[in-house]
């Protein structure tokens, strides 16, 4: 009960002071990127990592960033990779991340979206301008718009920097891309995808991120995540191990939701405590 007061009531203040600070960003070199891992493993990491380096053309974010965001952001890239194959029916795709936290993770989700819209609506054909022609769109341009949205942007880290601050360094040379700051149930816009890592499906993780229990809603959030999906849309949940994977689980079939079950995602380039589980849940058209 205590912890729960204490929340609402720091909760309400950094929601309402919206503390901002420019944040610039730290750079590592890269030399010893699989330092924990030995053998074959390690040898895969640094070819797979070679391999998305070109084909996403992560370069500049290689060179921009600690060891660690790289890593994580290539193991979102294989995720997105190993359950989703985006095949827009539009020229223009919208792309949701709920509970982005400080975003860490945008690069990640933009690139591999970006290359596989180019790949299917032919990017290169749709800017490859004959004499006299006009420009192209910006949305012909930039087929993709990227959001993320997160109810507790300015809670604030040791370096007196805010979740916000994070989020801003880490989509800065992202076009198209929008860290909003409010509750996801009063964001009311519709979405081709929706990424979801880690959705509070129990009380106890919700309160120890620091959130008070009135915002513990899973029920509500996973149905208006379902009426944020245009028809045809899909939606990837992340859930970390098996007893948060059957809670999930419990929850669609509640609300008759049309589901796939992935099973444990295993990335090549970290290895982490809990377990990565996997769902797909598809708006029919
Ligand atoms: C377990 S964390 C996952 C963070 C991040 N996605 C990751 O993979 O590290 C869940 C996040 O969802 C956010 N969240 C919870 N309820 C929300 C809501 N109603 N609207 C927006 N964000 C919410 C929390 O503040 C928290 O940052």
Known sequence: MFKNLYNEIDFFFRKNIRLKRKYTGKNELKENLFEHFSGEKKQLAKEKEIFYLKKYQLQEFKTNSTCRNYLENLAVIELLENFLAPTPEKNVVKILDIGSK???????????FKYKLEEFLGYSRVTALRVGEAAPSASARNPLFLDGIEIDAFRVYSDFHTRYDYAQYYI?????????????LQHNEKYDYIIWFFPFVTEFPLQEWGLPLSKFKPSEMLKHAYDSLNSGGKMLIVNQDEKEYAIQENLLKNLNLHYEKKGDFKNSFLEY?????????????
């Open 102 to 112: 400080n975003w860490f993770y945008a690069s990640g989700e933009w690139s591999f």
């Open 273 to 285: 405590e809990h377990k990565r589980c996997v769902t797909i849940v598809f708006k029919d058209s």
């Open 172 to 184: 800065k040379n992202l076009a198209n891309t929008r860290y909003i700051t409010k509750d996801f």
